[in-house]
C-alpha cells in the first residue's frame, strides 16, 4: 500500500504522520487523581507496546497525575480536555505533550485562542477531536447528527479556527460507532487536507466486537493509506487496547517485531486437539518479543505445504505431532509434547 502523504508532527518523542510509523495509543482508566494506579497503569501499556498515553484532564488532581507521570516514565502524553479550556492550559503548563480538544464544546473563539496561545509557546501540537456527539446543533439539523459529511464539516471550522490563528502543528480524528460512518469521514477528511489522522471507532464495545468493528474500520483505512496513530477503543483493559491494535498494524505489515501465529480452522482431517494446542500456542507467544512466524495446523495437508511461509510450526498427524521448519519436516513427537518442543525448536532459532 501507498501511505497517503501528510505533514509531520511530535508527540514528545514519537513522531506522527509523514514518514513516521503509525503509532498506538490507548487511553487511562484508572480512576481520577490515583498517581499509583496511574503510574502502573501507564508501565503497563508501555510494556505492551503502547506508544502514547492519554488521559482525561478534569481537576487539579488530574494535573497532578501529569505531573508524576512525567517524572516517572518516558512516554508522551496527551491531556483530553472537554468543556474547561483551562483545564488544556494548565495541562500544557504540567507538562503535557500534545492537547486533544473537542472545540464544539469548548466555548468561543477567545477561549479557543488562550490554548493556541499556550500551545505555541510551549510547541504542544493539539488534535482537533469531533466525534458523532459533539456535532453542532446547526449541522446536525443540515446532514444528520450521524453523518460522515457532518463530522468532517465539524472538524473543519474548527481546524480554521487553528489556522486563523497561524497554529498548523495538528492532528484530526473523526470518530463514530457506526463502522460505515467512520470509514466515509475518513476518506472524506484525507481528500480535503494533509494534516495527519488520528483512526478510531469509538465506543467500539467489548474486546471481541469491538476489536472486530475496530478491525474493519481501522484496518480498511490503513489499507487504503489513510491513517498516522490509531486507538481501540474497547470496554476492557486499556492493555487489551494495545493487542487488539498491534494484531491489526501486523496484519497489514505496518508494524514489525513480534511474533505472528498461522492456525487453520480444523476439519474432519484433524486428528490432534489443535483448538487448545492453538490457544496454548497464542499465550505463549504473547510474552515472546521476537519476530517470528509460528504455524499451528490440523494435518499434513494444511501443515508443511501451506504454511511453509511461516518459520516454524507444527501439525497433527493421528495423535503425534510433527514439527517443520522453513516447510521441512525436523521431528516428530508425542501430541502431549508437542507444545513444549515447538518452543524448545523456537528458542533455537534465536
Known amino acids: 500500500m501507498t501511505r497517503r502523504k501528510t505533514k509531520a508532527i511530535k508527540v514528545g518523542k514519537i513522531g506522527i504522520g509523514g514518514e513516521y510509523p503509525v503509532s498506538i495509543q490507548s487511553m487511562l482508566n484508572t480512576k481520577n487523581g490515583d498517581v499509583k494506579a496511574a503510574i502502573e497503569q501507564t508501565v503497563a501499556l508501555k510494556e505492551a507496546g503502547c506508544d502514547i498515553v492519554r488521559l482525561a484532564?478534569?481537576?487539579?488532581?488530574?494535573?497532578?497525575?501529569?505531573?508524576?507521570?512525567?517524572?516517572?516514565?518516558?512516554?508522551?502524553?496527551?491531556?483530553?480536555?472537554?468543556?474547561?479550556?483551562?483545564?488544556?492550559?494548565?495541562?500544557?503548563?504540567?507538562?503535557?505533550?500534545?492537547?486533544?480538544?473537542?472545540?464544539?464544546?469548548?466555548?468561543?473563539?477567545?477561549?479557543?485562542?488562550?490554548?493556541?496561545?499556550?500551545?505555541?509557546?510551549?510547541?504542544?501540537?493539539?488534535?482537533?477531536?469531533?466525534?458523532?456527539?459533539?456535532?453542532?446543533?446547526?449541522?446536525?439539523?443540515?446532514?444528520?447528527?450521524?453523518?460522515?459529511?457532518?463530522?468532517?464539516?465539524?472538524?473543519?471550522?474548527?481546524?480554521?479556527?487553528?489556522?486563523?490563528?497561524?497554529?498548523?502543528?495538528?492532528?484530526?480524528?473523526?470518530?463514530?460507532?457506526?463502522?460505515?460512518?467512520?470509514?466515509?469521514?475518513?476518506?472524506?477528511?484525507?481528500?480535503?487536507?494533509?494534516y495527519p489522522l488520528h483512526l478510531g471507532v469509538t465506543e467500539a464495545g467489548p474486546a471481541y466486537t469491538g476489536t472486530i468493528k475496530s478491525a474493519i474500520g481501522i484496518g480498511a483505512l490503513l489499507a487504503d493509506g489513510i491513517g498516522d496513530t490509531i486507538r481501540v477503543s474497547l470496554t476492557d483493559k486499556p492493555v487489551e487496547e494495545i493487542r487488539a491494535a498491534k494484531e491489526i498494524l501486523k496484519a497489514l505489515d505496518l508494524r514489525e517485531g513480534g511474533p505472528k501465529l498461522i492456525s487453520c480452522p480444523t476439519c474432519s482431517r484433524c486428528s490432534v486437539d489443535?483448538?487448545?494446542?492453538?490457544?496454548?500456542?497464542?499465550?505463549?507467544?504473547?510474552?515472546?518479543?521476537?519476530?517470528?512466524?509460528?504455524?499451528?495446523?490440523?494435518?499434513?495437508?494444511?501443515?508443511?505445504?501451506?504454511?511453509?511461509?511461516?518459520?516454524?510450526?507444527?501439525?497433527?498427524?493421528?495423535?503425534?505431532?510433527?514439527?517443520?521448519?522453513?516447510?521441512?519436516?525436523i521431528k516428530r513427537v508425542k501430541e502431549e509434547n508437542i507444545v513444549d518442543e515447538l518452543f524448545n525448536e523456537i528458542d533455537k532459532l534465536f
Open 57 to 194: 484532564v478534569t481537576d487539579e488532581g488530574s494535573l497532578e497525575v501529569i505531573k508524576a507521570l512525567k517524572k516517572e516514565i518516558d512516554i508522551p502524553l496527551v491531556a483530553d480536555i472537554q468543556f474547561d479550556y483551562k483545564m488544556a492550559i494548565a495541562s500544557i503548563e504540567a507538562g503535557i505533550d500534545k492537547v486533544r480538544l473537542n472545540p464544539g464544546n469548548i466555548g468561543n473563539e477567545r477561549r479557543v485562542r488562550e490554548v493556541i496561545a499556550a500551545a505555541k509557546e510551549r510547541n504542544i501540537p493539539i488534535r482537533v477531536g469531533v466525534n458523532t456527539g459533539s456535532v453542532s446543533l446547526d449541522i446536525a439539523k443540515e446532514y444528520g447528527r450521524y453523518s460522515a459529511e457532518g463530522l468532517v464539516l465539524e472538524a473543519t471550522r474548527h481546524i480554521e479556527i487553528l489556522e486563523r490563528n497561524n497554529f498548523n502543528d495538528i492532528a484530526i480524528s473523526l470518530k463514530a460507532s457506526d463502522v460505515s460512518t467512520m470509514i466515509k469521514a475518513y476518506r472524506l477528511m484525507a481528500e480535503k487536507c494533509d
Open 274 to 329: 489443535l483448538i487448545s494446542i492453538a490457544k496454548e500456542v497464542e499465550k505463549l507467544l504473547s510474552t515472546l518479543n521476537k519476530a517470528v512466524t509460528v504455524a499451528v495446523m490440523g494435518c499434513v495437508v494444511n501443515g508443511p505445504g501451506e504454511a511453509s511461509n511461516a518459520d516454524i510450526g507444527i501439525t497433527g498427524a493421528n495423535g503425534e505431532g510433527l514439527i517443520f521448519k522453513d516447510g521441512k519436516v
